[in-house]
């Protein structure tokens, strides 16, 4: 039975990305990584959990329905990607946690859990940086016993300053504040330009 003419299309639709795809192989085997079709902006934040998925929080404190506006506007608006880490609190004491304080959090069990997530990252940061694409930012969560970045930094972030340093990245760490989210999106902005 000859061929319809949807099968024709699919045919067709399957050689053309299979020539994309060649294209893109050799021009990466020359080392020419400026394929014209590649359009990602090479820059990238690391992003507290919350931040995207105020679902995460414990009961009582999710400020919005689902992420922070502000920081996600400020990050489209520059062309940077998020890896959005995990929430250690989450992990470790599940959604209906009680509210603990950073002394309580600190325990062994707690901090390998941030330090394997710390690695983690780490790692795939550092396969991001090998290829040009560069970490702009760190945002965590002032006042968080694990995503804290100022005055009393948190766990998680502690462990994260350490894991990238052991891989050779650095990059600013940012602590968004819900209670000034306005200003928050100015220094951002000013940070990943
Ligand atoms: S632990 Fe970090 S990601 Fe999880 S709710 Fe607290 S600030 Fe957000």
């Not at 983690?120 to 995503?147: F, H, M, T, W």
């Amino acid at each position: 039975m000859a061929p319809s003419l949807r099968q024709d299309g699919k045919e067709l639709g399957k050689k053309h990305n299979l020539k994309v795809k060649l294209t893109i192989h050799a021009a990466l085997k020359k080392g020419d990584c400026k394929v014209e079709t590649d359009r990602r902006g090479r820059r990238l934040a690391l992003v507290a959990h919350c931040v995207l998925n105020q679902n995460s929080r414990v009961f009582g404190l999710a400020e919005r329905a689902s992420m922070i506006g502000e920081v996600v506007r400020v990050l489209m608006r520059n062309g940077v990607g998020v890896i959005q880490m995990p929430c250690p609190e989450l992990v470790y004491a599940g959604l209906s946690r009680a509210p603990k304080t950073r002394e309580q959090y600190d325990n062994l069990r707690f901090r390998s859990l941030c330090r394997k997530i710390a690695e983690q990252l780490a790692e795939q940061i550092s396969e991001y940086e090998r290829n040009e694409i560069r970490l702009k930012v760190v945002i965590g969560v002032d006042g968080s016993p694990s995503c804290g970045v100022n005055e009393n930094p948190g766990i998680l972030v502690e462990e994260l300053r350490l894991a990238l340093d052991k891989v050779g990245v650095s990059a600013p760490f940012y602590g968004v504040n819900y209670r000034r989210l306005k200003d928050d999106a100015h220094k951002l902005d000013e940070l990943v330009k």
